[in-house]
Nanobody, 124 residues
Framework: QVQVVESGGGLVQAGGSLRLSCAAS????????VAWFRQAPEKEREGVAA???????SYADSVKGRFTCSKDNAKNTLYLQMNSLEAEDTAMYYC??????????????????WGQGTQVTVSS
């Protein structure tokens, strides 16, 4: 059974930084596409960042230059470093795994396994 657990959310002032982590209990982690999504109240879930099997990253335009997605295959862990946070980044952040892998996808329907989310709140 695949388990995905996010951590690292919290309350931060605008301009600040947070680092989210996502630990996946899954065999052959390297065979999954992995990505971060977020959902603000009364808004649709949106893709934030994805990382391919070879480490290539894709980002939503709204976070390019501010967020960095990385992974540690040895630890089955995905990270999201978020800098220069803005009030508009306030949302529940979710980690997702997908197989078969679809490189660079930021579509929620391409992912099979989801965590419970971690809340990020940015005060202005």
């Amino acid at each position: 059974q695949v388990q995905v657990v996010e951590s690292g959310g919290g309350l931060v002032q605008a301009g600040g930084s947070l680092r989210l982590s996502c630990a996946a209990s899954v065999s052959r982690f390297t065979t999954y596409s992995v990505a971060w999504f977020r959902q603000a109240p009364e808004k649709e879930r949106e893709g934030v960042a994805a990382i391919d099997l070879d480490g290539t990253t894709s980002y939503a335009d709204s976070v390019k230059g501010r967020f960095t997605c990385s992974k540690d295959n040895a630890k089955n862990t995905l990270y999201l470093q978020m800098n220069s946070l803005e009030a508009e980044d306030t949302a529940m952040y979710y980690c997702a795994l997908g197989r078969p892998p679809l490189p660079g996808s930021l579509r929620a329907t391409d992912y099979n396994y989801w965590g419970q989310g971690t809340q990020v709140t940015v005060s202005s």
